[in-house]
């Protein structure tokens, strides 16, 4: 582990656009070095998620933020939360500098290891920011981890990571889109009705009211294979929210050799972000209104 004082590595803007800059190390959460600022601003985000999620958020992830005592005041401190998940699931926090490679998260994950970046952005980004900060990595990411089968289905995902980075480019894109529709702006379908679990929801203000209320957006049931061949959007909310039914079923999603999926789709012309199929399952079919039809990935 690196113990020198850590960068903060972030994307750099080009005339191109953002480039995405890599870390790779492990580091030590520099708790003692954030500013009144950097306390404050965890504070304001994690009130204003807190107030907002419930009846929005899974009961599974509210739980979890109860659990880890993340409202306590301040910038939680790895090293304590990394008790209370040590003895629930055997999952441990490592603070990063950044994004890292595919490689070398997926490494992290297949050893129950969640990187987290240490640092967090300033007040003029609360509402949006380009890249993962430690309030979207921890709140957003970590309160799930308590959970058994979800903690699980993340250590199954990093195990078929290290394989599709084997096998080549597509079958990486393939499973990156599962890991953006679950882990990371998935919904869940429950007996009190649609709720949220997606890291990138849960940790956002405006998608986590977009992603229930909106009449834009499609929300379809969850199939492996449909989630793997749909491309996603990174510039803004959603077009298409996949429901899953439990976080058993997603667990058992990971259970087949994905090797003959890749295959199947590696001819195959992805679909829009936006596209609904005769074979989904339609929770709600989107109004569409205010998509743009272009920079699907």
Not at 83 to 88: D, N, P
Not at 150 to 164: C, E, H, V
Not at 190 to 219: F, H, Q, W
Request: charged share 25%.
């Amino acid at each position: 582990m690196d113990t020198s004082t850590p960068r903060k590595v972030e994307h750099q803007q080009t005339d191109r656009g953002y480039v995405p800059v890599y870390a790779t190390g492990v580091v030590e959460q520099p708790w003692s070095s954030y500013s009144q600022t950097d306390h404050d601003v965890w504070n304001t985000l994690y009130a204003r998620q807190r107030e907002l999620l419930p009846g929005r958020a899974c009961k599974e992830f509210l739980e979890g933020v109860e659990r880890f005592g993340l409202g306590d005041g301040g910038i939680p401190k790895f090293a304590d939360l990394n008790k209370v998940l040590a003895e629930a699931t055997g999952w441990e926090l490592v603070a990063v500098e950044g994004l890292l490679p595919d490689e070398v998260f997926f490494d992290h994950l297949a050893n129950r290891r969640f990187p987290v970046s240490w640092w967090i952005r300033k007040p003029d980004q609360l509402d949006y920011l380009s890249e993962p900060d430690l309030f979207h990595d921890l709140f957003g990411h970590v309160p799930l981890l308590l959970n058994p089968v979800f903690a699980d289905y993340m250590q199954a995902y990093g195990r078929g990571g290290m394989k599709a980075f084997a096998i080549g480019p597509e079958a990486l894109m393939n499973l990156t889109r599962l890991y953006w529709y679950t882990v990371e702006f998935g919904l869940i379908n429950t007996d009190e009705g649609m709720r949220i679990y997606g890291a990138g929801i849960v940790s956002s203000k405006g998608e986590s009211i977009y992603c229930l209320d909106s009449a834009a957006p499609n929300r379809i049931g969850f199939k492996l294979e449909r989630v793997m061949d749909t491309r996603y959007r990174i510039d803004t909310f959603q077009q298409t929210y996949f429901v899953i039914d439990s976080f058993e079923q997603l667990f058992e999603a990971t259970h087949p050799d994905f090797t003959p999926i890749y295959a199947r789709l590696k001819d195959s012309d992805a679909h829009a972000a936006a596209d609904v199929l005769e074979s989904d399952r339609v929770f709600t079919r989107g109004t569409r209104e205010g998509f743009a039809t272009d920079a699907d990935t």
